[in-house]
């Protein structure tokens, strides 16, 4: 260790670098008398005139442009331009992305004869964060974000991403650049190149194409936005070829760009929904099961008026929200173990169950028994009527599974749901007496306390550990949700039925923006840029985004949130630092018990200790406002003050909270 007291050694002079060529010279520069200083200048000139050096640059000579440059004509226009007067055709307010040379040309058309307006480039650290920040904005906005992504290489980053919308049945319009010339090709293009583009994610896209020129581009741009928002929605993806973006036209040529038409959503054949409003009105004890039902804010409207109508249990599967967490015929947090949508009391009354857009019906009314032999049980009554609504029937892919185990039902209507049900209710209400009616009461009132129980012995619950250090999550969710109340609120991160479910069953969600949803196809690193997406749509209402935030997860791809940071995203992300993969330690440990081994090592591979990740100090690098580590429960309030109040200026802020596991 070198001797404070030393004199500081002074800098290597850039003149003695460019003598010495090496840096085993360092050491004797450093000491060099000014002998060497004398040499500087006619050392300068030789290294100027050697063949293979690097001259010394002028301020004026790096200035100077090159000398041949090929401008493209007053009366011409990069080809690129139309291509983004097709976009702005579609409406898009953003387009995410992190840069690429294969959209160059496109990317320079969006920021300056666009005007980084509508679409506005929004920079991405990673391709994946960039398309579940589309995920998420979807499912904050309506409507679909952009995405461009460079050619093999960013696609595969984008592809998990890419799989997530695609299990969640969300539209998110992706632009490919490439190169398809192979003579016209730079040297990096060609390992950036591709023949088919799309091919490495056509089995979890709904549509594809490759513009052969511009009038085809327009064709295929308007009809991939009308695919992708059709139900079932999906994402879909254009390729663009590089040289159809930069090869210029004329500024007075003639190109159309076509009139978008949205379909109607199918709704149920009218015969099949009288028949299902008769199973329900005439049941004992039905059940309405919801997943990716409601669509618009609509849905979730309707889905109250057929429950109330019919005062029936309501169970929430939580792809959307489609039923307001404290209604009184709400039963999805009437549970103890296990997923609350596959709720065994409920599920087990019901005979007549209608699953609406619900995308895993087997596991509603059945039990599957993960130990050492697997086995699975009916949870319904055997002549249970089960009725199904959803867009599922009407598409499917094979290679991917993610359409779930097939289950027998009575009644299937190959329809979208939430325009289903205006129809249903009118049936319903044409088919209710007034006797009817007056019976069907007592079943609501039964629900509605049942629901206040649940309601009381979920507070219980939380106040468990509530002085506990590390943080209880259930602490966690309430001191969160006691300072946020008030605020047109949004929870846009994916966490939601897990660790306990605290913020289901703590919370009052009834507007359908205040939670988006899940990954869909279960990929960690969604949460995080989804949560930026949804905020992202949420700052032109000047709702409060707030989100839970996994530790795993956040790790997947942290620069999204400094993606938050540069535009201006106001986000408070709260991490739920456990410092592990912990459903992975469960499953390891799992494993230990099956195989009577113990599970003292079930925790190794799957935690994020030693050193552990001081998460405010990662993301206070980024520019955003950050507070932690935080494992006294007595410190968690005043610090989601601070940082609640940096949010409501306009700027992202992050806590860091130490967690229980559960």
């Not at 011409?76 to 992305?97: H, P, W």
């Not at 059945?366 to 002549?383: E, F, G, I, T």
């Not at 989100?547 to 739920?576: E, F, K, R």
Request: charged fraction near 20%; proline fraction near 6%.
């Amino acid at each position: 260790m070198s001797d404070p007291t030393d004199p500081k050694p002074e800098s290597l002079p850039r003149r003695e670098f460019l003598k010495t060529g090496t840096l085993a010279g360092a050491a004797a520069i450093a000491g060099a008398s000014t002998t060497a200083d004398a040499q500087n200048s006619s050392a300068e000139s030789r290294l100027a005139g050697q063949t293979g050096s690097t001259p010394i640059m002028t301020a004026e000579t790096e200035a100077t442009p090159p000398a041949d440059v090929q401008v493209i004509a007053e009366d011409e226009r990069g080809g690129s331009d139309f291509m983004v007067d097709v976009l702005k055709s579609l409406e898009f307010d953003y387009i995410c992305s992190n840069p690429g040379s294969s959209f160059r040309g496109l990317h320079e058309s969006i920021i300056n004869y666009g005007g980084n307006e509508a679409p506005e480039f929004i920079t991405c650290t990673h391709e994946e964060s960039s398309v579940a920040m589309a995920h998420g904005y979807f499912k904050a906005e309506g409507k679909p974000l952009a995405v461009m992504a460079h050619g093999t290489v960013g696609l595969q980053h984008a592809a998990m991403a890419v799989y997530n919308a695609w299990c969640d049945r969300v539209p998110v319009y992706i632009i490919l650049g490439n190169h398809s010339d192979a003579a016209m090709r730079r040297a990096a293009e060609w390992y950036h190149g591709v023949q088919d583009a799309a091919d490495m994610v056509r089995d979890y896209t709904k549509w594809d194409d490759n513009p052969w020129s511009l009038g085809h581009f327009a064709e295929s741009a308007v009809r991939a936005y009308k695919v992708a928002m059709t139900p079932p929605m999906a994402p879909v993806v254009l390729v663009l070829d590089g040289h159809l973006q930069e090869d210029p036209i004329k500024r007075d040529a003639a190109m159309h760009i076509p009139r978008l038409t949205i379909p109607v959503p199918p709704q149920g054949e009218s015969g099949a929904v009288e028949e299902a409003a008769r199973m329900l009105v005439d049941a004992e004890f039905p059940v309405l099961v919801a997943d990716r039902c409601a669509r618009t804010p609509r849905g979730m409207e309707l889905l109250i008026e057929l429950a109330e109508t019919l005062q029936a249990a309501v169970l929430d599967r939580g792809s959307r929200l489609n039923f307001p967490t404290r209604h009184p015929l709400n039963q999805t947090h009437r549970y103890s173990n296990g997923p609350p949508a596959m709720n065994r009391p409920i599920i087990s009354r019901a005979d007549v169950i209608l699953g609406l857009e619900v995308m895993d019906f087997w596991s509603t009314v059945n039990s599957l028994r993960d130990q050492l032999h697997r086995s699975y049980a009916r949870v319904a009554q055997p002549d249970a009527k089960l009725i199904s609504i959803s867009t599922s029937d009407l598409y499917i892919r094979s290679n991917y599974q993610d359409f779930r185990r097939m289950q027998e039902v009575d009644l299937a209507i190959a329809a979208d749901a939430e325009a289903t049900l205006p129809s249903l209710i009118e049936a319903v209400n044409r088919l209710l007496t007034r006797g009817r009616r007056r019976e069907i009461e007592a079943r609501g009132a039964q629900l509605a306390e049942a629901s206040r129980v649940a309601d009381e012995q979920s507070r219980v619950a939380a106040s468990y550990a509530w002085n506990a250090s590390p943080i209880s999550t259930a602490r966690l969710c309430a001191e969160l949700y006691s300072q946020i109340r008030d605020e047109d609120w949004s929870l846009v991160s994916s966490y939601y039925s897990d660790g306990g479910g605290w913020p289901r069953r703590l919370w009052d969600f009834d507007r359908s923006y205040q939670w988006l949803g899940h990954a869909g196809g279960g990929g960690i690193g969604y949460g995080a840029p989804a949560s930026v997406g949804g905020a992202l749509a949420n700052r032109r209402h000047g709702r409060f985004s707030v989100a839970i935030q996994t530790d795993g997860d956040l790790m997947y791809a942290p620069g999204v949130l400094w993606t938050a940071a540069h535009h201006g995203i106001p986000l408070l992300s709260v991490m739920n630092n456990n410092r592990a993969y912990h459903m992975e330690v469960m499953h390891v440990q799992r494993m230990c018990n099956a195989r009577n081994r113990g599970i003292d090592r079930g925790h190794v591979g799957s935690v994020i200790t030693d050193p552990d990740i001081d998460y405010a100090k990662m993301v206070e690098g980024m520019g955003v406002y950050t507070e932690g580590p935080i494992d006294k429960p007595a410190d968690l309030g005043p610090a989601l003050a601070r940082a609640i109040a940096v949010v409501k200026r306009g700027e992202p802020a992050l806590v860091d909270v130490v967690t229980q596991v559960r």
